[in-house]
C-alpha cells in the first residue's frame, strides 16, 4: 500500500503515469495549503507495492509498505 | 631569542605556518610569488597544505571552503589577482568565515607595473567585494612587523570570524631584515560552526550567505556590523613619534611611512616641530589615535605611493578640521627622502 | 507491514522549493539514498552551487556549504584538502558547472580531486526563468534564444562528460537520465558507484544527470519527460564514458 504526503504533493502527476496498476490519480476536491491538487490512491488494495510512483515522485511524498 | 636574516615574503610565510595556517591556496603573480615558493617547500613537509590554484577565482574559494571546515586558511596575491579574489573576499564575509588574505601590492591599475605600490588602499578599506561588508586591515612597515602581524591577523579573523588583509607592498615583500619569530603559543578557538561532517552529534551546520527574506538578510548584516563596532574599538594600531609639539604632522603606512620617517628625523634636526603619524591598521583605521596625535598640528601631509587615497580617510577622521595636504609618488616611484623633506620644509615655511 | 520505500534519512523533513515536476528533488532522493546506504552522513559535506538547487543546504542532513557560482568544485578542493577524509560532494546545474564554472570543474577534474561531483543538465537556467545555458541544445528557444539556438551565433552546447573523459584524473564521467524509473535506478547506481569512488580514494567522479525544467522549457512533467528522451538523450547520450582507476588506494590492501 502507499501513503501519499497531502502536503508535500504538488499534483505533477508523474506517479499516476508510471504505476502499472493505475490507482493513482489527481483529485480536484481539494487543494492542499500549496495551493496544490494533489494525488491520491484509489485503490489500495490493488497496490503491489512495485515503488515506481515512489521512485519517480520529486518530492518524496509517497510511502510504499508491503 | 635567535635573530636571522629574512626576505619579507619569506618571513610572512615562515609566520604564518607558525601562526597555525594549515592550508595555503594561491596562484603566481609578481611581487608576491615568494610566499607561494616558501610554502611550497615547507607546507607539506609540516603537515599543511599548499595548492597552486588554476586561477585567483579557485584560490579564493579554497581558501572558502578550507576555512569553512575549520582550519585556518591563507592566500596571498597582488593587485590584479586581489581583484580576481573580490568574488570569494565578499561570500566568505557574508558567510562569517575568518581567513587570512596577503596583497603584495604593486602598482595599477590594469596590469599596471610589477613595482611597489600602495594604490590599493581604496580597494582594501572600502569596496573589496560586493556588499556590506569589511575586512581588517593591517598594514607593516618592516619584515618583522610582517611576521608580527600575520600571527594577528589568524587571531582577529578567528575571533571576529572575518576576512582579515595584510596590505604589503613590492618593497616589504622583497627587502631583507633581520627578524626574530615570537615565541607564542598559537591557540586556535573551537569552531562549532565548522562543516568537517556533524558525526551524528550535532545537527547539520550550513555555511551560507544567501537571505531571501529582507528581514533575515538585514538582521544578519546589522549582525555583523555589530562585531565591526568592538573592532572599531578594539583593533586600531598605530605609531606616533615627536608628535607631541609636532605643528605638522606626517602621516604615512608601511613602506611609504619608512620613507617618511628618515624625513622627519632630518626635519626635526633643521628644527622644524614635525611629528609622524603611522597608522598600523587601515581598517579600521585610527580614528583616535591620529586626533591625539594632531593635538597641537596646523597641518597634516600625508604621503603615499599612490594618487592620495589614505588621505581620504585622515580628513574624515579629523572632521576636516586641520588642512590636510598629500604628496605622493606612484606607479612603482618609491618617494625620496629628499622629496618628502622638501615638502616639509615649503610646509614650515607657509605656517610661520 | 515493512516499509519498502520512504524518504531517506539524509534528507530533511521538509517540503522543497522545487516547480512540480522538477526533477531535482529525484536526484537529490537518490543522493541521499546512497548517503544512508554508505553511511557517511556524519563525514559528509556538500557543496551547492547558485542556480535552483542553491537551497540545497536546507535538504540534505550533512553540513553544507554554498558556494559562489560555479565555484564548488574549488570550494571542494579547500574542505576536502582540510579534510582528507571527509567525504565532499558538489551538487551543480549546468549553468554552474558548464558556463561560468567550467575553469573549476575542469582543473578539479585535473588534479584528479578525489570528489564527488553531481551535474544536472536540463539545458536551461531555470533560477532566472529560462534562458540559453551552455547546454542548451541547437534549436532549443529560451529567453535568450527566442529564435531558437542558432550554433552560427551562439555556438553549440558543451558535452561535458566527452570532454572531461579525456582527463586524466577522472575516475568516472558517466551520464545518466531520471525520465523513467528504469533510468532513474540506473542513474542511482552511478551516483552509488561515484560516493564509492571517493571512499576508495579512486580520484574525480562526475555523474552528470539529464534532468527536467516544466517551468521554463513550458511543458507538463510529463512532456518533460517525453523531451528528454526524444531530444536530450539524443543530442547527449546517455553511457560510461570514462571509467578508470586514477589513484591507487593505499589503505586499503
Known amino acids: 500500500m502507499i501513503t501519499i504526503d497531502f502536503e508535500r504533493c504538488k499534483g505533477c502527476a508523474l506517479c499516476t503515469e508510471v504505476c502499472p496498476k493505475n490507482i493513482i490519480a489527481i483529485q480536484e476536491r481539494k487543494h492542499n495549503a500549496k495551493g496544490y491538487y494533489t494525488a491520491e490512491c484509489v485503490d489500495n488494495e490493488k497496490c503491489i507495492s512495485c515503488a515506481m510512483c515512489g521512485i519517480i515522485c520529486p518530492d518524496f511524498a509517497i510511502k510504499v509498505e508491503r | 631569542m635567535e635573530k636571522v636574516l629574512m626576505k619579507g615574503n619569506e618571513a610572512l610565510a615562515e609566520a604564518a605556518m607558525r601562526a597555525g595556517c594549515k592550508c595555503f591556496f594561491g596562484y603566481p603573480i609578481t611581487p608576491q610569488t615568494e610566499i607561494s615558493a616558501y610554502l611550497a617547500k615547507n607546507m607539506a613537509k609540516r603537515g599543511g597544505v599548499f595548492l597552486q590554484a588554476e586561477s585567483e577565482i579557485a584560490a579564493i574559494n579554497m581558501v572558502l571552503g578550507a576555512a569553512a571546515s575549520g582550519v585556518r586558511a591563507m592566500t596571498s596575491s597582488s593587485g590584479p589577482g586581489i581583484s580576481l579574489k573580490s568574488e570569494g573576499v565578499s561570500y566568505i564575509a557574508g558567510s562569517d568565515l575568518p581567513c587570512v588574505i596577503v596583497n603584495v601590492q604593486r602598482g595599477g591599475p590594469g596590469l599596471g607595473g610589477i613595482q611597489p605600490s600602495q594604490s590599493d588602499y ?78 551524528n552529534k550535532r545537527p547539520h551546520n550550513i555555511i551560507n550567505s544567501l537571505y531571501l527574506q529582507p528581514d533575515e538578510l538585514e538582521n544578519s548584516v546589522n549582525e555583523r556590523f555589530k562585531r565591526y563596532e568592538i573592532v572599531k574599538r578594539e583593533c586600531p594600531a598605530a605609531e606616533s613619534s615627536f608628535c607631541e609639539d609636532a605643528e605638522i604632522v606626517v602621516c604615512a603606512f608601511g613602506a611609504a611611512a619608512r620613507i617618511a620617517k628618515s624625513a622627519v628625523n632630518t626635519a626635526r634636526e633643521k628644527g622644524i616641530k614635525v611629528g609622524l603619524f603611522r597608522p598600523q591598521t587601515l581598517y579600521p583605521f585610527p580614528v583616535e589615535l591620529i586626533e591625539k596625535a594632531c593635538r597641537k598640528a596646523k597641518i597634516v601631509l600625508s604621503v603615499e605611493m599612490n594618487k592620495g587615497q589614505m588621505v581620504d580617510d585622515i580628513r574624515l577622521a579629523l572632521n576636516c578640521r586641520l588642512p590636510v595636504e598629500f604628496f605622493g609618488r606612484h606607479g612603482g616611484n618609491i618617494p625620496t627622502v629628499k622629496e618628502v623633506s622638501a615638502q616639509i620644509e615649503s610646509i614650515s615655511e607657509r605656517i610661520k | 507491514m515493512s516499509v519498502v520505500f520512504e524518504k531517506p534519512n539524509a534528507l530533511c523533513d521538509v517540503s522543497m522549493h522545487y516547480c512540480p515536476g522538477c526533477t531535482h528533488g529525484i536526484i537529490h532522493r537518490m543522493v541521499a539514498e546512497v548517503i544512508d546506504e554508505t553511511g557517511i552522513c556524519g563525514n559528509t559535506v556538500g557543496i551547492c552551487p547558485v542556480g535552483c538547487s542553491v537551497m540545497a543546504y536546507d535538504y540534505f542532513n550533512c553540513d553544507m556549504i554554498e558556494a559562489p557560482h560555479g565555484r564548488a568544485p574549488a570550494v571542494a578542493t579547500g574542505v576536502k584538502r582540510a579534510n582528507p577524509d571527509t567525504v565532499v ?165
Open chain 2, 122 to 199: 581604496w580597494q582594501a578599506t572600502r569596496a573589496l567585494g560586493h556588499g556590506d561588508f569589511q575586512m581588517v586591515v593591517y598594514a607593516p612597515a618592516s619584515v618583522q612587523e610582517t611576521i608580527d602581524m600575520t600571527y594577528l591577523a589568524f587571531d582577529t579573523a578567528d575571533r571576529f570570524r572575518m576576512p582579515v588583509m595584510i596590505l604589503s607592498d613590492g618593497l616589504l615583500g622583497q627587502m631583507m631584515e633581520p627578524v626574530v619569530f615570537p615565541q607564542i603559543e598559537v591557540k586556535i578557538p573551537e569552531k562549532p560552526w565548522a562543516c568537517c561532517g556533524h558525526k
Open chain 3, 89 to 253: 560532494f558538489t551538487y551543480q546545474g549546468d549553468g554552474d558547472l558548464a558556463a561560468i564554472g567550467t575553469c573549476e570543474i575542469v582543473h578539479a577534474a585535473a588534479r584528479g580531486e578525489n570528489i564527488t561531483v553531481i551535474f544536472v543538465n536540463n539545458t536551461i537556467y531555470g533560477m532566472t526563468g529560462g534562458q540559453m545555458a551552455p547546454t542548451t541544445i541547437p534549436g532549443q528557444i529560451t529567453q535568450t534564444t527566442p529564435y531558437g539556438r542558432d550554433p552560427k551565433v551562439q555556438g553549440f552546447p558543451l558535452k561535458v562528460c566527452e570532454m572531461l573523459s579525456e582527463v586524466d584524473g577522472v575516475a568516472l564521467a558517466q551520464r545518466v537520465a531520471v525520465d523513467s524509473v528504469a533510468h532513474i535506478k540506473e542513474a542511482k547506481k552511478a551516483i552509488r558507484k561515484a560516493f564509492d569512488n571517493q571512499i576508495c580514494r579512486r580520484g574525480f567522479s562526475i555523474v552528470e544527470v539529464l534532468s527536467t525544467c516544466p517551468t521554463n522549457w513550458g511543458m507538463t512533467p510529463s512532456e518533460a519527460m517525453e523531451r528528454v528522451r526524444t531530444e536530450m538523450i539524443p543530442y547527449f547520450p546517455l553511457g560510461v564514458y570514462k571509467d578508470a582507476v586514477v589513484w591507487e588506494d593505499k589503505t586499503k590492501g
